[in-house]
């Protein structure tokens, strides 16, 4: 057991590292969004990575400055408004030359959890979206939905599922 937790927090360390460096150089990926809703998610800092095994995804998750400073004071339950968690997300791959790696492949799209508690209080202060283009995109109501009950089992972390490697 304590093997698979020394791996794991290496794969997450290694992965962080390399998505850090993916994500300003990644040529792909959408254009930054339009100021000054929403800044540029390309020069966001990482505040976490995850690796979805159900869609065999692996994502870098970049926050806005409202959300690198929460993460680094612990004030993350609640999250303040004017947090932008943004997900940026890859294919798998194996990589070339070292089979042992998980790496990112084919870009799949940026998708971002903005905090607004008056604006979306229907879906516990958080709105959704997704980046089309160099613009920032919500979700509609129906939609946004959706994406709230997937986060309702994170209730306790106000419906965040990020684990910030920043504290």
Known sequence: MKNMQKNRLGWVLSTAALLLTITTAQA???????KPVFGEYKDWRVLGVSHRLDKKFVRAILGNDVAIDASRSG???PWPDGTIIAKLSWKEQIHPNWPQAIVPGEF?????????????????GWGFGHWEGKTMVMYDKEKSATCFACHTPMKDHDYVYTAPVLQ
């Open 28 to 34: 792909e990926a959408p254009a930054a969004v339009e």
């Open 75 to 77: 004030k993350m339950t």
């Open 108 to 124: 799949v799209g940026a998708e971002a959890m903005i905090k607004d508690s008056k604006k979306f209080p229907e879906t516990g």
